[in-house]
């Protein structure tokens, strides 16, 4: 079993900025990849971003794309989103998940856990 653990939500205006940091901890493996998915009110849970176990292979949704940064320190078994420039419509939960495989992609089901999640509020 592998649990994880989000943080650095909270609140926010537009443009700003927030670090979300998601602590894996159990039968952890640095060659498993890691994403971050994010699910708004009254909508379906969507990707945002994901890192091979090695880190040098990234992906990103195209809502994502040069705003947001995926990155992970093994050595603490941590993943990190950096979110830059945020919108109103970034608002939503946002999931850590992490995955079986060395590296894939952007389907849910690839993911075999799950985080609780971290609400990330952008106001106008």
């Known amino acids: 079993q592998v649990q994880l653990v989000e943080s650095g939500g909270g609140l926010v205006q537009a443009g700003e900025s927030l670090r979300l940091s998601c602590a894996a901890s159990g039968r952890t493996s640095s060659s498993s990849a890691m994403g971050w998915f994010r699910q708004a009110p009254g909508k379906d849970r969507e990707f945002v971003a994901t890192?091979?176990?090695?880190?040098?292979?990234?992906y990103y949704a195209d809502s994502a794309k040069g705003r947001f940064t995926i990155s992970r320190d093994n050595a603490k078994n941590t993943v990190y989103l950096q979110m830059n420039s945020l919108k109103p419509e970034d608002t939503a939960v946002y999931y850590c998940?992490?995955?079986?495989?060395?590296?894939?992609?952007?389907?849910?089901?690839?993911?075999?856990?799950w985080g609780q999640g971290t609400q990330v509020t952008v106001s106008s």
């Open positions: 998940a992490a995955s079986p495989y060395e590296r894939t992609g952007s389907l849910a089901s690839s993911y075999a856990y």
């Open positions: 890192i091979s176990g090695s880190g040098a292979t990234t």
